[in-house]
């Protein structure tokens, strides 16, 4: 049955490095998968945005999703805003979209903006019985969930694991359009947004499990009306 997916990312290239494979894989299942993508994911660093926003389309079409949307919030600032301003855009496009599967950012991750769409999402997603969504997970960000604090409170424990072993190769090119942006965010390895080393974290969360390759998220809720 289609369902209807929602994946929630701070900056642009967070929804392919996180979780390209299992938004293919969505696609390729006949899922209605929107991606919104709440900052520039550049102005902390410089002012170029219209690059960023084009390579995320480029991946996102290789990945299959044509509703890309941009909230165009300043980077690196979403702890500035009222979480509200954060709330609303969420909420709006959750019930806009009646989303079944909402896939947002985790609590615990290094960058500030992650853990303020995290946050967001939580209320956005609060099960009331207008609310359409049925499951929530976070998923990880290579440089951001593995460099967050090292505390109990915060560590990523993964519960849920896609096997991508089929959409891995359309993740790796999905991967690389970002590299033609105004400053590249694919860097050499052994930097964790190389190109090598998504595909040895799509090994290494596949070895957990079983499978060559996988991408690893954790159950926010999910509510089960039949078993
Ligand atoms: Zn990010």
New binding site residues.
């Given amino acids: 049955m289609t369902k209807r997916v929602l994946v929630i ?3 642009p ?2 929804e392919t490095y996180g979780m390209g494979g299992t938004i293919a894989r969505h696609v390729r299942q006949g899922d209605q998968v929107t991606v919104m993508i709440m900052t520039d ?1 550049v102005t902390a660093r410089h002012t170029v945005t219209a690059p960023q926003e084009a390579a995320a389309l480029k991946a996102c079409a290789i990945l299959g999703v044509e509703d890309v949307r941009f909230g165009r919030l300043a980077d690196q600032r979403l702890d500035a805003l009222p979480l509200l301003d954060l709330i609303r855009p969420i909420s709006a496009v959750i019930n806009e979209l009646g989303a079944q599967i909402v896939y947002t950012h985790h609590r615990g991750d290094a ?1 500030q ?2 853990r303020a769409i995290f946050a967001a999402t939580l209320v956005a997603i609060r099960p009331t019985s207008a609310c359409p969504v049925e499951q929530a997970y976070s998923y990880e ?1 290579a440089s ?1 969930t593995e460099w967050g604090a090292p505390f109990a409170e915060t560590a990523f424990v993964p519960t849920h694991f896609v096997e991508i072993t089929a959409t891995l190769e359309d993740k790796l090119r999905a991967a690389a359009a970002y590299a033609e942006t105004h400053q590249s965010e694919v860097r050499p390895f052994p930097h964790p947004r190389s190109i090598e080393a998504t595909r040895i974290y799509a090994w290494q969360r596949g070895v957990n499990v079983g499978v060559p390759a996988a991408e690893a998220f954790v159950s926010i809720r999910q509510i089960v009306k039949e078993v």
Avoid: I, T
Wanted: hydrophobic share 25%.
């Fill in positions: 990312a701070a900056h290239d967070d994911g960058n903006d992650h960000v951001s």
